[in-house]
């Protein structure tokens, strides 16, 4: 199985990373649909989509309205919106508002449930976690492989989300500030480079990979991936375009 990694910035997109999105082309599973989410256009092997929603700031949802550009000469029969009630709410009513948006989309919107069937006969499980405004993480399992998303956040190791991403192949987690910036990063609801490294270890996951990274620091490594490694070896900082089996 094949992520894609569509978007790795936090808040607005710079020279080379859009904002966050991740998808599951041979799935049509999508995790976040930020402005990386036009590249979606050039992955699309199903006729349907499932698109969950971390939460609804900006930086993660704006790409919805990207949405006729990305099925332009593609043909999608379903394209469902996953989240909590208020998330999906905000959505309809103010991205997508005749106000800010000229056309409506054809998208169904549901409400999450405690699991919820994956195409290739997997489940998502769901966990809420802290950020200004709430947001929600993700897990997502199949009989032989598993992943979770987790943006954005401020982490710590002994927050109860961590139970939820016990044992999982691939751990996704929003890294968007270095070590030196933790009360910035507490202020905003974001998490810096040593706290996710060592939820990755306590959690016992196999891989980590680092997304959601402040714009504003350019080159391959805004975060310290030493650091990192140091703490928990299997880690990389994740770019656009990055494709990771598990």
Request: aromatic share 8%; with cysteine; net charge negative.
């Amino acid at each position: 199985m094949r992520l894609h990694i569509l978007g790795t910035a936090g808040y607005h997109p710079n020279e080379t990373r859009q904002t966050a999105c991740l998808m599951i082309p041979e799935l049509g599973i999508v995790l976040d649909a930020g402005t990386g989410f036009f590249r979606a256009r050039d992955l699309l092997q199903t006729a349907e989509l499932d698109i969950f929603l971390s939460h609804t700031h900006l930086d993660h949802v704006v790409g919805l309205s990207f949405w006729f550009d990305i099925v332009h000469e593609r043909t999608i029969n379903r394209a469902t919106v996953h989240g909590q009630p208020e998330k999906l709410a905000a959505v309809r009513e103010h991205l997508l508002s005749e106000h800010l948006f000229p056309a409506a989309i054809p998208y169904e919107y549901r409400p999450l449930t405690s699991i919820v069937p994956l195409a290739g006969n997997g489940k998502l499980t769901h966990f809420p976690l802290v950020h200004p405004g709430g947001a929600t993480g993700y897990r997502l399992d199949w009989s032989n492989r598993s992943m979770a998303y987790v943006t954005d956040t401020f982490a710590t190791p002994d927050l109860p989300y961590v139970e939820h991403l016990r044992g999982v192949d691939l751990l996704v987690h929003e890294c968007n500030f270095r070590d030196d910036q933790k009360e910035f990063a507490e202020l905003t609801g974001h998490s810096c480079t040593t706290a996710v490294a060592q939820i990755a270890k306590r959690a016992a996951v196999g891989r980590l990979a680092l997304v959601h990274m402040n714009p504003l620091i350019l080159g391959d490594d805004p975060v310290g991936l030493e650091t990192a490694r140091r703490i928990f070896p299997n880690t990389v900082v994740a770019h656009d375009g990055m494709i990771i089996e598990f």
